[in-house]
DNA sequence: ACGAACCGTCAAGAGATCGTCAAAACTTCC
DNA sequence: GGAAGTTTTGACGATCTCTTGACGGTTCGT
């Protein structure tokens, strides 16, 4: 259970939201407009705001750099359309997920606890499990199946950043930021090539991914199967 | 008084002995699964965990590596023959004490108190056992397998820290400032060449290593074969 | 349907790391 | 002071790893 701040202008959404996440034993709050949200996030302190893109009054990439500015609260994106290049730089921008509309509750409910699960458990050396798949950095050592993987550097990196996130979106640019070190452009085929090997290491392709999914024009995501 | 964690598969012994723990002033959580455990092991906190050898999901050796990765728990083995040899590799892998069930709760709950007592502090005069590797700092001595391993001064001491820190990864910038007093850079082949030195003499090489793995790009790990 | 953008993979070369040798520098102990 | 043993350092080759550009297939917008 999780207190939850919608920040939604369009009211049926809202309310049926509310309603749902509510039925989950979710307490939640609501806003109409970026304002109002942003009011909100300082007065009620939740632990996740949802922030719909296209709010009327302000852009959402300045409210999320507001948010993020005035605390420390997990945010979740909704996007109405697939491969927006805004929610793209809300994740560059710190955003810890992102939704595409029409999404269900379900869905909701489910990101909501993976970003909450994610803040608790966010130590570096702690052993992290996505389905079958269990990422030990202490010993360096990835298990698929309690069969050991053996991966490069570098490889092992971007797993572990992808698993830490398990669940969520990563766009390539923040992979480059976080686990390239390089906060500039450039060298998007390196991630690629990376990927790819790390899916013929696991044992799977693009084509037909089990953990590791590609998300068109928004990035990668790591998650369980099934 | 202590949070323990029971980490085991069969209900009625669980149950019995979360009862009798809670009678005497503990307080109880509990797991069936390797899995289960390990993520309560991560939430909660616990200050002991008492782990069943033999759980359906995950062997238990394995789980103990992974508790000891993501924190400094105290772990108890129960294990349901005596003289089993999986627990003596787990008392080896760094297991605080082990009981042979069938074992009474007032034996249990002496076994938590002392280990708690006990504290986590490792004496630097401590024998440290690594699968059929021993180092005794007192009397400076170094066997394997039973026999004798002639090593020098920086040798000894290079291989006392990777044991210390076994079954994980030491890089050799961490070598140089704890073994070597070098908190700078430079000299990284004296690393190395320590290195290769400790492989000769423990009879093993680098390119077919037992104990000493190379992990590229990262740095050294000392762990038990198999 | 066409072009643009995106993505996956290949191949090749640049770059970094590691293991070992041998010689120099340093200790220790007679 | 010298000899034996120990440690450090530099050099070098043999990998292993990373990056980059090219190319083809796919998706998406117009």
Redesign the pocket.
């Known amino acids: 259970m999780a207190v939850v701040l919608l920040i939604e202008d369009d009211q049926p959404i809202r309310e049926g939201l509310e309603r749902a996440l509510t039925r989950r034993g979710h307490v939640v709050m609501q806003a109409e407009d970026g304002l109002g949200g942003l009011r909100s996030a300082v007065d009620e302190l939740p632990d996740v705001v949802v922030l719909d893109l296209g709010l009327p009054d302000i852009d959402g990439r300045d409210l999320l750099r507001m948010l993020r500015a005035v605390s420390e609260v997990a945010v979740i994106i909704s996007t109405a359309?697939?491969?927006d290049q805004a929610a793209v730089e809300c994740l560059d921008a710190g955003a810890d997920d992102y939704l595409v509309k029409p999404y269900s509750a379900e869905q909701l409910d489910a990101r909501v606890r993976a970003v909450l699960r994610r803040g608790r458990t966010q130590s570096p050396d702690a052993v992290v499990m996505v389905g079958e798949l269990v990422i030990e950095p202490r010993p360096h050592r990835v298990t698929l199946r309690g069969e050991e993987v053996a991966l490069?550097?570098?490889?092992f990196e971007l797993l572990s950043y992808l698993a830490r996130h398990a669940g969520a979106v990563v766009s390539?640019r923040e992979l480059l930021t976080e686990v390239?070190d390089q906060p500039f452009g450039?060298?998007?085929?390196?991630v690629?090539?990376?990927?790819?090997w790390l899916?013929s290491k696991l044992g799977e392709?693009?084509s037909d991914p089990v953990y590791l999914h590609?998300v068109?024009?928004?990035?990668v995501r790591l998650s369980p199967p099934g």
């Open positions: 359309q697939d491969g490069t550097r570098k490889e390539k390239w450039g060298g998007e085929r390196t690629d090539v990376h990927l790819s899916r392709s693009a590609t068109r024009g928004v990035g």
